[in-house]
């Protein structure tokens, strides 16, 4: 028999910040019921989608995509829920999101001219990163991933931070994306038509999973970095609102653009397991990260390669281990350093490889 979602799920997370109070361009969702749990970010685009909207106050194409393409979301996973999960459901959140998008349009595109002449402009851009999570009858979490653009789902456990997603850029490859500045080559938008990609796993053992735009993620000089910057925060804060705030604050203090991050802890029993859990992995990646401080560039790129893609792959599409990273090579060695971006080992078994337990709350 499955057990009851909610039962499973130990803590959530939400940190966002809009860089211009009241027209920042990302969204975010978060719903939790008895049968699954919905988290999502989504990117309007600020460039492509940069054209003001009269009839909407102003708002921007961008602005306006990232929030109907989340309310889209949220109706479909309504629907879902309700009709037990049928087979089409990547199908089915496509139309709803066009569908959405068509409505915004015809609501506030008022035929004025844009100003925009580029060819990059586009209708109604956005990313998003969704994952619907609901108990299997085997006690573990069946994870359901659906994605377009450069936003990320995200997995956290004692072997450490897995990219769940691909990014829709030209190159594939984290540790490249962060200084390549690549360019997006799938978005949601009305003006083309667009690909959902798709993806499932069932992990074992606690964990947490997230979403996040790339203001979360892209200013952080190396994925190695990023984890550790979780991890840290995590080891420091005393409750989820403290490591909410902890985060925001890491965020804040290097990112040049709007932050979302929304996720859920799975199958701990209270926020001391939770800290207790992640801090092995705390202190070896802290001390392989404090042997990188003083590395010359190809010494990250050999880490990254030898000792941590494989890894922080194990739970993506297959293609996203395969990508070449050649450039890595001309990134910074500086652990701490920053780079403003356009935004692993065979694993080990581990005590976290079991079904999760009801985790009642603390």
Same mark, same amino acid.
């Given at each position: 028999?499955?057990?009851?979602?909610?039962?499973?799920?130990?803590?959530?997370?939400?940190?966002?910040?809009?860089?211009?109070?009241n027209?920042?361009?990302?969204?975010?969702?978060?719903?939790?019921?008895?049968?699954?749990?919905?988290?999502?970010?989504?990117d309007g685009?600020?460039?492509?989608?940069?054209?003001?909207?009269?009839?909407?106050?102003?708002?921007?194409?961008?602005?306006?995509?990232?929030?109907?393409?989340?309310?889209?979301?949220?109706?479909?996973?309504?629907q879902?829920?309700?009709?037990?999960?049928?087979?089409?459901?990547?199908?089915?959140?496509?139309t709803?999101?066009?569908?959405?998008?068509?409505?915004v349009?015809?609501?506030?595109?008022?035929?004025?001219?844009?100003?925009?002449?580029?060819?990059? !402009?586009?209708?109604?851009?956005?990313?998003?990163a969704?994952?619907?999570?609901?108990?299997?009858q085997?006690?573990?979490?069946?994870?359901?991933?659906?994605?377009?653009?450069?936003?990320?789902?995200?997995?956290?456990?004692?072997?450490?931070?897995?990219?769940?997603?691909?990014?829709?850029?030209?190159?594939?490859?984290?540790?490249?994306?962060? !200084?390549?500045?690549?360019?997006?080559?799938?978005?949601?938008?009305?003006?083309?038509?667009?690909?959902?990609?798709?993806?499932?796993?069932?992990?074992?053992?606690?964990?947490?999973?997230?979403?996040?735009?790339?203001?979360?993620?892209?200013?952080?000089?190396?994925?190695?970095?990023?984890?550790?910057?979780?991890?840290?925060?995590?080891?420091?804060?005393?409750?989820?609102?403290?490591?909410?705030?902890?985060?925001?604050?890491?965020?804040?203090?290097?990112?040049?653009?709007?932050?979302?991050?929304?996720?859920?802890?799975?199958?701990?029993?209270?926020f001391?397991?939770?800290?207790?859990?992640?801090?092995?992995?705390r202190?070896?990646?802290?001390?392989?990260?404090?042997?990188?401080?003083?590395?010359?560039?190809?010494?990250?790129?050999?880490?990254?390669?030898?000792?941590?893609?494989?890894?922080?792959?194990?739970?993506?599409?297959?293609?996203?281990?395969?990508?070449?990273?050649?450039?890595?090579?001309?990134?910074?060695?500086?652990?701490?350093?920053?780079?403003?971006p356009?935004?692993?080992q065979?694993?080990?078994?581990?005590?976290?490889?079991?079904?999760?337990?009801?985790?009642?709350?603390?």
């Open positions: 028999m499955t057990e009851n979602n909610i039962s499973k799920v130990s803590q959530y997370v939400s940190v966002y910040k809009e860089k211009i109070e027209n920042g361009e990302d969204a975010m969702i978060r719903v939790i019921n008895d049968k699954a749990s919905l988290i999502g970010v989504f685009l600020g460039g492509s989608g940069a054209k003001k909207y009269h009839s909407a106050n102003m708002k921007t194409g961008a602005y306006l995509s990232s929030r109907f393409v989340s309310t889209a979301t949220k109706h479909w996973f309504e879902i829920c309700s009709d037990n999960f049928p087979g089409n459901r990547q199908a089915l959140l496509k709803h999101i066009k569908a959405h998008l068509q409505t349009k015809e609501a506030f595109d008022d035929q004025q001219k844009s100003k925009l002449k580029s060819k990059l !402009s586009k209708e109604f851009p956005s990313t998003c969704i994952a619907v999570c609901r108990p299997a085997s006690g573990e979490i069946d994870i359901e991933l659906y994605w377009a653009g450069d936003s990320r789902c995200y997995l956290l456990d004692d072997d450490g931070l897995h990219q769940l997603t691909t990014d829709d850029i030209d190159s594939s490859n984290a540790l490249d994306n962060i !200084s390549d500045d690549g360019r997006m080559n799938n978005i949601i938008t009305l003006s083309s038509d667009f690909r959902l990609n798709n993806h499932h796993l069932r992990p074992k053992g606690p964990f947490f999973i997230f979403s996040a735009t790339d203001g979360c993620f892209g200013y952080i000089s190396t994925p190695m970095q990023f984890e550790l910057r979780l991890l840290r925060n995590l080891e420091k804060s005393q409750n989820v609102a403290s490591f909410e705030k902890n985060l925001f604050n890491t965020f804040e203090e290097v990112a040049e653009d709007d932050f979302s991050l929304s996720g859920l802890f799975y199958c701990f029993r209270s001391d397991e939770i800290k207790e859990r992640f801090r092995k992995r202190e070896n990646l802290g001390e392989e990260i404090r042997k990188l401080q003083h590395a010359d560039r190809k010494a990250v790129a050999d880490f990254w390669n030898n000792s941590y893609k494989d890894n922080y792959y194990r739970y993506a599409p297959k293609q996203a281990n395969d990508v070449s990273v050649a450039s890595a090579q001309n990134r910074t060695s500086d652990s701490n350093s920053m780079t403003k356009s935004a692993g065979n694993r080990v078994q581990s005590k976290a490889d079991r079904p999760c337990k009801e985790s009642p709350k603390q």
